[in-house]
């Protein structure tokens, strides 16, 4: 076991208090690195070599693309942890008065997509566009 493990851990710990920027960084990574590992096994359980008599198999793009992601979100981890470690978790996640705005397209977007299944994609569009046509106007 690396020495290094145990940091390791207590970082993970750590990530999981609080409401700080980069932790929540970390956590998206953490995340698309599991995307990431979720795609390549499919791409590998499809099939992701090249074959010279009919080409690539079925898991051959998605391998790569998932290997991107895997790759990048590792480096997006290490550069977070080290910045973490040498800066602190940084500033609020989302700054004071700031949930209003967010709300202000969560919500209607929300009760667009539970329109759908109503009224139709057309209709929900035409009423989530009014609304927000009406809401700038303010």
């Given at each position: 076991?690396?020495a290094?493990?145990p940091?390791?851990?207590?970082?993970?710990?750590?990530?999981?208090?609080?409401?700080?920027?980069?932790?929540?960084n970390?956590?998206?990574?953490?995340?698309?690195?599991?995307?990431?590992?979720?795609?390549m096994?499919d791409?590998?359980r499809l099939?992701?070599?090249?074959?010279p008599?009919?080409?690539p198999?079925?898991?051959y793009?998605p391998?790569?693309?998932?290997l991107?992601?895997?790759?990048?979100?590792?480096?997006?981890?290490?550069q977070?942890?080290?910045?973490?470690k040498?800066?602190?978790?940084?500033?609020?996640?989302?700054?004071?008065?700031?949930?209003?705005p967010?709300?202000?397209v969560?919500?209607?977007?929300?009760?667009?997509?539970i329109?759908?299944?109503?009224?139709?994609?057309?209709?929900?569009?035409?009423?989530?566009?009014?609304?927000?046509?009406?809401?700038?106007?303010?």
């Open positions: 076991m690396p290094c493990f940091s390791f851990c207590r970082f993970l710990i750590s990530v999981g208090r609080g409401g700080k920027m980069r932790k929540a970390l956590w998206v990574a953490l995340f698309l690195m599991l995307f990431g590992s979720i795609a096994f791409a590998v099939g992701f070599r090249w074959d008599m009919s080409g198999g079925a898991g793009l391998f790569y693309l998932a991107g992601i895997i790759i990048c979100t590792g480096i997006i981890l290490i977070g942890f080290r910045k973490l040498k800066d602190g978790p940084g500033g609020r996640l989302i700054p004071e008065g700031g949930l209003k967010i709300l202000w969560l919500l209607p977007a929300a009760a667009m997509v329109l759908v299944q109503f009224v139709g994609l057309h209709l929900a569009a035409a009423l989530y566009l009014a609304f927000y046509m009406r809401a700038a106007a303010r």
